[in-house]
C-alpha cells in the first residue's frame, strides 16, 4: 500500500509569487492533516479534513493561505502571496476514519524556501 | 496552553553508546505521548507511544515512560547504530475531539561509527 505522497518535494519561489503544494494521502483515510515546520521550530498544525469539510483550521497563519480537498481525496494548500516567513517544511498527515486516536501517516514533506 | 520541550541538539554518539533524549510536556488532563522519528530524505515516523501514566512504549530497542509525576517522557536507547542517525521528535496528542498533535522542535541525533 502507498504510503501519503506530497508533491513538489522542494520549491524555491520568490516573494509575492504563488505556490501550491499538493498531497495524496493512503487510500481510504478520510482524515487529511496539514502540519509545518518553520526552521529551527516545532512543526504546527494547521489544519484538518475529514473528507471534503474542514474539521479545525485553527492552526491556519492567515487568509494567504487556502487549502482544499474537494471529492475528499487528494488537497491542495496554496500560499499567496508567499512571504518570507512563510519557509519551511510543509507536512501532510493521513488517518483512518472513526476513532479520535488512529495513527496519523505522515509524507515526506515539501521544503519551500521563499526568496 | 499544551507543549512540549526536548532537548536542544544535535546530539553526537559514537556507536554502542547509550542514549537520552529528554522531554518534558505541559497538557491538561493526560494527553497521549508520543516519539516521532524523520530518517534522512524520508516523512516523519512514528517511533513509539505510552497512552497512560506508567505506559513503556518499546520499538527498535528504543523505549520511553510515560511519567506523569514529572510530566516526562524521555526517549533511551542502550546501544545506538549509525543507521538511528535522524531526528526525533518528541510529541503530544489530547484526549478529547482536538485531533492535533504537538510536537517538540525535533533533536537532530548523529552516530559516528
Known amino acids: 500500500e502507498a504510503g501519503v505522497t506530497q508533491f513538489p518535494s522542494h520549491s524555491v519561489i520568490e516573494k509575492g509569487q504563488t505556490v501550491t503544494l499538493r498531497c495524496d494521502p493512503i487510500?481510504?483515510?478520510?482524515?487529511l492533516y496539514w502540519y509545518r515546520r518553520v526552521m529551527g521550530k516545532e512543526i504546527k498544525f494547521l489544519l484538518h479534513?475529514?473528507?471534503?469539510?474542514?474539521?479545525?483550521e485553527s492552526g491556519m497563519p492567515n487568509n494567504r493561505f487556502l487549502a482544499e480537498r474537494t471529492g475528499g481525496t487528494y488537497s491542495t494548500l496554496k500560499v499567496q502571496p508567499a512571504e518570507l516567513e512563510d519557509s519551511g517544511v510543509y507536512f501532510c498527515?493521513?488517518?483512518?476514519?472513526?476513532?479520535?486516536?488512529?495513527?496519523?501517516?505522515f509524507g515526506p514533506g515539501t521544503r519551500l524556501t521563499v526568496l | 496552553g499544551n507543549s512540549v520541550t526536548q532537548m536542544e541538539g544535535p546530539v553526537t554518539l559514537s556507536e554502542e553508546a547509550f542514549l537520552t533524549i529528554n522531554c518534558t510536556y505541559t497538557a491538561t488532563g493526560y494527553p497521549s505521548l508520543f516519539w516521532y522519528v524523520q530518517y534522512p530524505g524520508e516523512g516523519l515516523q512514528l517511533l513509539l507511544k505510552a497512552t497512560k501514566a506508567d505506559d513503556k512504549g518499546s520499538n527498535k530497542g528504543f523505549e520511553a515512560t510515560y511519567r506523569k509525576e514529572t510530566t516526562s517522557f524521555h526517549l533511551e536507547k542502550g546501544s545506538v547504530q549509525v543507521s538511528d542517525s535522524a531526528v526525533y521528535f518528541c510529541?503530544?496528542?489530547?484526549?478529547?475531539?482536538?485531533?492535533?498533535?504537538?510536537f517538540g522542535k525535533g533533536t537532530r541525533l548523529h552516530i559516528l561509527p
Open positions: 487510500s481510504g483515510h478520510d482524515n
Open positions: 510529541a503530544l496528542k489530547k484526549r478529547n475531539r482536538d485531533d492535533k498533535i504537538i
Open positions: 479534513f475529514v473528507k471534503e469539510s474542514k474539521q479545525d
Open positions: 498527515a493521513s488517518s483512518r476514519p472513526g476513532r479520535l486516536m488512529n495513527e496519523q501517516f
